[in-house]
């Protein structure tokens, strides 16, 4: 599409549903021939899905989806689009689609690579806000949406992906940091923020997950007093250090039950539980239902 001055964001978005639809005449989630970029359809409300956001931008362009991101409550839309900025644990579901107006979306992975070298090449942007949020939302900028339209015509077309994609998802990670949540995303990446220094405590977390840990011990990583570093990550996660770390263990644990076939007792000493009765007490917390019957409720779906 031939940018203009001016992008209409009603026209720009009827494109880019006709081009996904093309692309994906059923329902799924298409893991694109582009790095990082993934396209979802679906054709009808869904069950409740748990997984971990690696850091994306979402770009909801027709159907409902409710989120459980952290401990905030989203509801994406038509137009919506929310950009995380770390690894969080997320809970969702399609609320409002159907095969005649299925749910369609758009994700690409944020590639800290590209937002180090844009910050290098852009001024200092000032006044900053003192700490970033984890997630943010907003509506999505016509310009965003204009390259989204252009990189999934790459799809369509047959077009030179490997020389054209990078510029455009290049052009997309300028446009999130020239944009509304651009300082948050600044503030994540730029090294010593207290922003950036909880992110790399919360990339240990992600990797360490399975043992013990001590507050005083991330506290030292980010270069802060316990109190300052546990009221600080939960202002970007919204979430504890403690329930970060349990999410990450539960979800996982389900994952390995659904896909490995393990039980109760094995998924829960595989994430670090050293009482499969206390891991239990704390599934059935989370998902609802025991590790048993929840499984076998969804593997039945």
């Known amino acids: 599409m031939v940018k203009t001055e001016r ?20 329902p799924g ?45 989203f509801v994406y839309r038509r ?34 690579s590209v937002i180090a070298g844009l910050l290098a090449e852009m001024p200092p942007r000032l006044p ?12 999505v900028d016509p ?28 052009e997309i990670h300028y446009r999130l940091l020239t944009g509304p949540l651009g300082s948050q995303l600044r503030l994540i990446h ?4 207290q922003s950036n220094q909880i992110a790399q405590a919360i990339s240990w977390l992600k990797a360490n997950y399975r043992g013990p840990f001590d507050i005083n011990t991330l506290a030292d990583m980010a270069n802060m007093a316990p109190r300052t570093f546990n009221r600080y990550f939960r202002r970007l996660t919204t979430l504890s250090p403690l329930q970060y770390q349990k999410r990450l263990r539960l979800y996982e644990a389900q994952r390995l039950m659904l896909t490995e076939n393990l039980n109760a007792s094995d998924a829960a000493y595989s994430v670090g539980y050293e009482s499969p009765a206390q891991f239990s007490r704390e599934y059935k917390r989370m998902f609802g239902d025991a590790p048993l019957r929840s499984t076998r409720r969804i593997l039945a779906r």
Do not use: W
Not at 18 to 23: H, K, Q, S, V
Not at 150 to 165: D, I, K, N, S
């Open 29 to 73: 989630c298409l893991e694109t021939g582009i790095r990082g970029f993934q396209i979802v359809r679906m054709n009808g409300p869904t069950s409740l899905q748990v997984c971990f956001y690696a850091p994306k931008i979402i770009v909801q362009l027709q159907g409902t989806k409710h989120a459980l991101i952290g401990s905030q409550e």
């Open 143 to 170: 310009y965003i949406l204009d390259a989204f339209l252009r990189l999934t015509e790459l799809l369509v077309e047959g077009e030179p992906q490997e020389v054209l994609a990078p510029l455009v998802i290049r």
């Open 79 to 112: 137009n919506s689009c929310m950009v995380s900025m770390l690894e969080l644990p997320t809970m969702g579901r399609i609320t409002g689609a159907s095969p005649e107006k299925p749910s369609l979306a758009v994700r690409l992975d944020i590639d800290s």
């Open 128 to 139: 900053e806000p003192s700490f970033a949020k984890g997630v943010s939302f907003t509506e």
């Open 7 to 26: 992008i209409d964001l009603e026209k720009t978005g009827a494109y880019l549903r006709r081009a996904l639809l093309r692309l994906m005449p059923r």
């Open 190 to 193: 730029t090294r010593g923020s």
